[in-house]
């Protein structure tokens, strides 16, 4: 069966240090990869989506980087946090063609920015 | 633009009722798809129910079916005998497009439901 891993669970960094928020899928191969941030009682933003390694899609401008250098490593970075960025952050994976629409989320990680 | 509406911030159930929970949809895509996903408070998301719009029928699992009325653009989701772990909250989202190389979903803003014992 598929299982999906984020870590760290939890985080907290000051304002201006870099981040790194790593997911990896086991169980399924070629998966679409997703990275979503979600405010604190928000719904979920996309912010990231990947069809394949090396292949990087970004739906919202902003200080953060998506990057997959294996096929099922999916890594969320920033180079200098802001307050803005803290949220939960989740990771998803989702089959490819037609009719594999579900996505299958991760445990999630709390990013406090102080 | 596609959008999801969910008017209903917060609902209270009694144990063992039955609970509708609303979504509402736009989009102007003839090929879309329609999901539920529960939150604990532990925040993980977990998958719950998909309607295709070219579906005919009602997708229904176990206790969770969705109420599909697409001329209304509707996919409410029906819970029937509600449990205290139902205690949640629940996002409505959408998908576009048939052959999209990737699954690109928007979320609704959520309803959190209470099942009181």
């Known amino acids: 069966s598929q299982t999906i891993h984020q870590w760290p669970a939890t985080l907290v960094q000051p304002v201006g240090s870099p981040l790194s928020l790593e997911c990896t899928v086991e169980?399924?191969?070629?998966?679409?990869l997703y990275w979503y941030r979600q405010a604190a009682g928000r719904g979920l933003q996309l912010l990231f989506y990947s069809i394949g390694i090396d292949q990087i899609s970004s739906e919202v401008p902003q200080n953060l980087s998506a990057s997959r250098p294996q096929d099922r490593q999916f890594i969320l970075s920033s180079k200098k946090l802001l307050l803005s960025d803290s949220g939960f952050y989740l990771c998803?994976?989702?089959?490819?063609?037609?009719?594999?629409?579900?996505?299958?989320f991760g445990p999630g990680t709390r990013l406090t920015v102080t | 633009a596609q959008k999801i509406t969910q008017t209903q911030p917060g609902m209270f159930v009694q144990e063992k009722e039955a609970v509708t929970l609303d979504c509402t949809y736009d989009t102007s895509d003839p090929s879309y798809g329609l999901f539920w996903y529960k939150q604990p408070s532990s925040g993980e998301m977990i998958f719950l129910i998909y309607?295709?719009?070219?579906?005919?029928q009602n997708a229904t699992e176990g206790r969770y079916s969705l109420n599909f009325q697409k001329a209304r653009k509707s996919a409410n989701l029906v819970i029937s005998a509600s449990q205290l772990g139902d205690s949640a909250m629940y996002f409505c989202a959408m998908r576009e497009g048939r052959y999209s190389s990737a699954s690109k979903i928007i979320f609704g803003s959520g309803t959190r439901l209470s099942i009181r014992p």
């Open positions: 998803a994976w989702s089959g490819q063609g037609v009719g594999s629409y579900e996505q299958y």
């Open positions: 309607q295709g719009s070219y579906d005919q």
């Open positions: 169980g399924t191969s070629n998966p679409n």
